[in-house]
């Protein structure tokens, strides 16, 4: 995955200019940066859900598997059936590696909606192993995990670097991965030229 | 020198200033010297009497209705092509104006169909496509005036401005289709080309491109507005960001 | 894309997914028209065909806002977007779904309320066809103004607001077919056409709503 110069925009502010990385299969990159910097934007740029203002993102088409502060969990459906929908989206049909990993065997049949916030978000993590895709891009993925859950979720980061997998994290917490660290602060968008009244207005 | 300069906003904004009284002053003239033609040196009609003059309203706010609309589609295609902010909001502008026509069609059509049918409304194909517009109109001002960010607005007004046509058109033929169906057809046509005698339609032109004019300044002169709108939006998410 | 149907249908069918809601409705607003026009039964055979296509519009319309506002919320639609599926895709299966759960119990219901009406004999069959043709288009229309509205906070009224200007073709030929079939008259015209519109609606219009549902979810 090749990030090239990317500028991005939130709800019409451009906030992130020039942004520039490359993450390779079998490594994890930590986004930081202080609140309202663009972290969000900037993952949800590269998951491809808006364009970004400058720049290309290459390498990624359709090998992405996005987590963002929503599960996406229906509280209806039981954990396996959550599961399973995902799994089927995406083409593949085992969810017990899935299961296994997140520790979710006992709450297989219980409704989502009887869930922790801490199980919700692990079932939400599950939903990325049953992806099959190798870039998982993660907004704040600890967010209500308990510190057994963290250790467990960093051992399966680990896990899928090492099957050759690739994870781009904004997070503040220390995951105790061997990981490059990215600060956005240093891409902060300046501000424009007031003179430069053009298509944009900005 | 091409078209597309002035969907630059300060291109647009200084050229149109310059514009703008020429076309306010040509409207006006149009409009006074229509209407007065119309209403005082035209004979009364044979059938209609007097009442018959309300037709220097009822066109010409019919015509523009209709235009207003269609130019608000061409105005949303240039946006969803080649996004000049210019064009979007130019659409914008357009709507209300549009409405107000419509509106002023619907009601002098009321009057008229008093004063000659009897009754202020028939459910005539006309009539009854007109009050569709009106309804499709306010969906769309309903919607630009829903939503806040301004690009995600222009997108999705002119998404439904390009449906909304499709459907507008649509629309027309079934209602034509509907009301010569089970009903009689109707017998009161309002068919201009059948009815007006010459000593009507010299008047009547000038009304309508009086008319024309007054939309053309209108808009043009809303746009300006929606730009200088969009320019304070600006500075004041620019003053933000330096907080 | 068969995942996502079953869901739908799935979540439709558990407690909290307000299927039957489109039915109830559809069943009280019949029941008032006798009640705002008065009881005889010649009056109310009149009426009947278009009272029923107007209520299961209305019925349709009511359950409009649920089609893609849970999967908003919950960030459902987010990760459906990064997924495999096209949002063609899924814009046309929401509004199968929604066709399937709501219009397709009103279709099965409205001879009954027929009778209630007194609809003439002749009537019924051409009750259920036109419903059965043209509810396909309700939903997939209405499906476009779910994802027109789907950002907004209380986009229910500016739902039906942008819905119900579109509906007047599907309404105007699916009663025209209605009434005429029970009238006893030919009823091919309208017939064509409001299958016409609900093809060419099913066809074409999910590229809209797809195209609305990028510019909300960026």
Redesign the interface.
Known sequence: MKIADVSIARGGVPVLEGVSFQLDPGRALILRGPNGCGKTTLL?TI?????PIAGSITGVE?D??????????????SVA?NLA??A????SCDIDRAVEAFDLRALLNRPAGALSAGQKRRLGLA?LMV?GRRYWVLDEPTVSLDRASVANFASVVQRHLAEGGAALIATHIDLGLEEETLDLSAYRAKLPDLQDFDEAFL | MSIWKFANPKTFLTTTERLLPAVWALAAVLCVVGLIWGFFFTPDDFRQGASVKIMFVHVPSAFIAINAWFMMLVASLIWVIRRHHVSALAAKAAAPVGVIMTLIALITGALWGHQIWGTWWVWDPRLTSFL?LF??Y??YV??WA??EDPD?AA??TS??C???SV?AV??R???L??NQ??HQGASLSLDKEENVADVFSTPLYVCMAGFGCLFLALVLYRTGTEIRARRVRALMLRERMVA | M???LL?DL??AL????GFGLGLAFFLIVTVLVPFSVGPQSELLSRIAPGVLWLGALLACLLSLDRVLAL?W????L????????PLEAVVTIKAAAHWLTTAVPLVLVSPVLGLMLNLPAEGFSWLVVSLFLGTPALSVIGT?GAA??V??KR?GL?LS??V???Y??TL??GA?VA??GA?G?SVE??LL?LAG?SAATIAL?PF?SA??LR????
């Open positions: 949800r998951a491809g859900l808006q364009p359709d992405i598997a996005y987590a963002g502060h929503s599960d996406g969990i229906k509280l209806t459906l059936e929908f995902w089927e989206v995406f083409g939903r992806t | 569709v309804l499709f306010l969906g309903a919607l829903a939503i995600t997108d999705l998404i439904l390009l449906v909304g459907f649509l629309s033929y079934a209602v289709f509907w169906g089970l | 068969k995942a996502l869901r799935k979540l558990r407690a909290g997914g999967d919320e919950d960030g459902t987010d990760l459906l977007a990064t997924a495999p599926l476009f027109l509205t950002g907004l986009g500016l607001l942008l119900l200007p579109l007047v073709p105007i030929f025209e009434r005429r009238a008259f015209t309208p056409m519109i219009l809209a195209a609305v510019v909300n979810l960026r």
